[in-house]
Nanobody, 127 residues
Framework: QVQLVESGGGLVQAGGSLTLSCAAS????????MGWFRQAPGKEREFVAG????????YYTDSVKGRFNISRDNAKNTVYLQMKSLKSEDTAVYYC????????????????????WGQGTQVTVSS
């Protein structure tokens, strides 16, 4: 059974940093695309960052470029999202997602491309 478990969320002041982790289990994830999405209150879930199997292809939504960094440790089946210079508009529930449709696939930005999701972790940035 595939499971994605996020951790690391919390309350932080504007300008601060947080690192989210996503521990995957149930199968080997090293060959597949992993992504982070977020959903703010009253808004649709949006793509934040995605990383391919090797880490050689990474994409970010424009609003987090230069502030967020996605990485993965395939030996640990874990994906990370380092978040710096946090803003109040980064407040949301952050979800880890996996695209297990094909090995060594291309990073997608649509949530429809990701078939497996974690339960989410709340990030609140106070101004």
């Amino acid at each position: 059974q595939v499971q994605l478990v996020e951790s690391g969320g919390g309350l932080v002041q504007a300008g601060g940093s947080l690192t989210l982790s996503c521990a995957a289990s149930g199968r080997t994830f090293s060959s597949y695309v992993m992504g982070w999405f977020r959903q703010a209150p009253g808004k649709e879930r949006e793509f934040v960052a995605g990383i391919n199997w090797s880490g050689g292809s990474i994409y970010y939504t424009d609003s987090v470029k230069g502030r967020f960094n996605i990485s993965r440790d395939n030996a640990k089946n874990t994906v990370y999202l380092q978040m710096k210079s946090l803003k109040s508009e980064d407040t949301a529930v952050y979800y880890c997602a996996a695209d297990l449709s094909r090995p060594r696939g291309i990073v997608g930005r649509s949530q429809r491309e990701y078939g497996y999701w974690g339960q989410g972790t709340q990030v609140t940035v106070s101004s």
